[in-house]
T-cell receptor, first 117, second 109 residues
Framework: DADVTQTPRNRITKTGKRIMLECSQT?????MYWYRQDPGLGLRLIYY???????NKGEISDGYSVSRQAQAKFSLSLESAIPNQTALYFC????????????????FGPGTRLTVL | DAKTTQPNSMESNEEEPVHLPCNHS???????IHWYRQLPSQGPEYVIHGLTSNVNNRMASLAIAEDRKSSTLILHRATLRDAAVYYCILSVSNNDMRFGAGTRLTVKP
């Protein structure tokens, strides 16, 4: 079974609808992230959470919200979807790396392809 | 923010070594150099990272210039499965990993 799962894998919706993308992990990691990827571009960070009570905005948080329901679950919501939110969305997890200043290794899910019409 | 520059695309023959370059002339002293890759229809996966010294692991080697303004990811023997987009990223912490467009590697049989 995959360590990081995302549901749904594909979703088509209409402008103005509320959408929730879900991410679950079995790696036991405290840290979770949501990214979006636009065609031909790299990933941009939307939100991240370093533990259940910690939520932080990333580079492009406008139009999105998140909920960290448990250590293993991190959901991304689009309150009122718009066409320019059409993209591939990735969830990732990481564990705290040993040592001060040492970056964690991130583990990514398979992605959710969202189309907003 | 420190940025990276990578070629848009590269080609390699199967079973030959591949050297993927990355320029990061504005790197700061605390920035780590990461490489991730994204196989078709998958999420990115970690390849390797380093700070100052060259690094080796089972997937690849990372050669870092002495002035740290550039680095090279080395795949010692490319396989068809190594065809992917390779991202060179600088970061101090995980909330500051900026993925650029990367290098699309094509491996020819």
């Amino acid at each position: 079974d995959a360590d990081v799962t995302q549901t749904p894998r594909n979703r088509i919706t209409k402008t103005g609808k509320r959408i929730m993308l879900e991410c679950s992990q079995t790696k036991g990691h405290d840290r979770m992230y949501w990214y979006r990827q636009d065609p031909g571009l790299g990933l941009r960070l939307i939100y991240y959470s370093f533990d259940v009570k910690d939520i932080n905005k990333g580079e492009i948080s406008d139009g999105y919200s998140v909920s960290r329901q448990a250590q293993a679950k991190f959901s991304l919501s689009l309150e009122s979807a718009i066409p320019n939110q059409t993209a591939l969305y990735f969830c990732a997890t990481s564990d705290r790396a040993p040592g001060t200043g040492v970056p964690d290794t991130q583990y990514f899910g398979p992605g959710t392809r969202l189309t907003v019409l | 923010d420190a940025k990276t520059t990578q070629p848009n695309s590269m080609e390699s023959n199967e079973e030959e070594p591949v050297h993927l370059p990355c320029n990061h002339s504005t790197i700061s002293g605390t920035d780590y150099i990461h490489w991730y890759r994204q196989l078709p229809s998958q999420g990115p996966e970690y390849v390797i990272h380093g700070l100052t010294s060259n690094v080796n692991n089972r997937m690849a080697s990372l050669a870092i210039a002495e002035d740290r303004k550039s680095s090279t990811l080395i795949l010692h023997r490319a396989t068809l499965r190594d065809a992917a987009v390779y991202y060179c990223i600088l970061s101090v912490s995980n909330n500051d990993m900026r993925f650029g467009a990367g290098t699309r590697l094509t491996v020819k049989p």
